[in-house]
């Protein structure tokens, strides 16, 4: 894990003169509108000037199981989160099976609550845009960043509406996903990846009210199936760079068809993404200096099961309320530490999976969250 005490800028940061009376002044830039960039936001001191740069339209349509974590929930909760987020079953217990096997039982696991992704985002953005001093520009993509000889000033280049746009900054927060120009503008490496494919289907007689997660020896595949109201959300996940996923995802669109009875005619097709994986805690950068980084642009993600959000709400919040003191750099740091024995425990998590009995036991001491249900 990079907990590099400097303030030295990272070595893929020029330094430059420029004159600090050009451009557009922030005292924050966040690059990426998701929940962690939201989260940043929120928390950064009320008096800052604030820059969100988002490369998609708002709120973003992003390929996401739409689950939330107890912690997640939790943290949100401080927040006021509407029941308008929530979808239907609004809890789901999760259930693990073995791919091919005839076991229609499953494995019981922890709790999760059932949310639509994109009206996560759209109230996370009207909480962040209630503030004071908060500027957005979508469809803008950040290109590139230099630092003043002092390097207490960053020069912030940005393509907006097909121009090259120059801000200047304090600081810069990354929150810009798996594929974050901040985190390679910083020089540092990106972090493991997968690749997920996903559809809805409308439910056509397939009473389903749980979390279904399939799993097999095929180390690099993990599959599920969320019920969203009366339609279903099917999904695989593939390590590495795999092959042949289109097929693979077919294959297991049959076998849910055949052994579970899940079938239906598509609400929305089947979409491919990159998500972040981790593998190591040495893939987590939080960044350096005026630099930081948030979410699955730090390497942040749940090592067993992909998941990425309840890292990326604590993280962004942690990356803002950092803001507010002298030194942002390590305060962040120490902030991150605070997630090192969940992110341990997922890491152990994940190296029981890779045979069925220790998949059995990891589902069955996954964290449980005790709800009253009404």
Request: with cysteine; aromatic share 8%.
């Amino acid at each position: 894990m990079n907990f590099d005490n400097t303030n030295s800028l990272p070595g893929g940061v020029k330094k430059e003169s420029f004159d600090v009376n050009a451009g557009l002044k922030y005292d924050v830039v966040v690059v990426g509108a998701g929940p962690a960039g939201c989260m940043a936001v929120l928390n950064a001191p009320s008096w800052m000037r604030v820059l969100m740069v988002e490369s998609t339209d708002l709120p973003r349509d992003v390929t996401c199981g739409g689950v939330l974590s107890g912690r997640s929930y939790e943290l949100l909760s401080r927040y006021g989160i509407p029941e308008s987020v929530f979808c239907s079953p609004k809890y789901l217990d999760r259930r693990l099976y073995e791919l091919g096997q005839e076991d229609s039982s499953g494995f019981q696991g922890d709790i999760y609550f059932n949310i639509e992704q994109i009206r996560l985002d759209r109230w996370l953005l009207d909480k962040a845009f209630s503030r004071d001093g908060i500027e957005a520009w979508p469809q803008s993509r950040f290109t590139s960043v230099q630092a003043s000889e002092s390097g207490d000033r960053l020069r912030v280049h940005i393509e907006k509406s097909g121009r090259r746009r120059t801000v200047e900054t304090r600081y810069i927060i990354g929150a810009d996903g798996v594929d974050s120009s901040v985190r390679s503008s910083g020089g540092w490496k990106a972090p493991a990846r997968c690749l997920t494919m996903q559809e809805k289907i409308i439910s056509e007689g397939a009473s389903i009210d749980s979390f279904l997660a399939f799993m097999s020896n095929d180390k690099d595949f993990y599959g599920w199936v969320i019920p969203k109201g009366d339609q279903l959300l099917i999904g695989a996940g593939f390590d590495g760079i795999s092959k042949n996923i289109v097929e693979r995802f077919r294959c297991f669109r049959e076998f849910l068809s055949g052994q579970h009875g899940i079938d239906g005619a598509t609400a929305q097709p089947a979409r491919i993404q990159t998500v972040t994986r981790m593998r190591s805690r040495r893939q987590i950068t939080t960044g350096t200096s005026n630099l930081l980084l948030a979410g699955e642009a730090a390497g942040l993600t749940s090592a067993w099961t992909g998941e990425g959000i309840s890292y990326a709400l604590a993280s962004g919040a942690m990356a803002g309320m950092s803001l507010g003191s002298d030194s942002p750099a390590p305060v962040y740091r120490e902030y991150i530490k605070q997630l090192m024995p969940q992110v341990q425990k997922d890491m152990r998590l994940w190296r029981l999976i890779k045979r069925p009995i220790g998949r059995r036991i990891a589902m069955a001491f996954a964290p449980q969250t005790l709800l009253m249900r009404s």
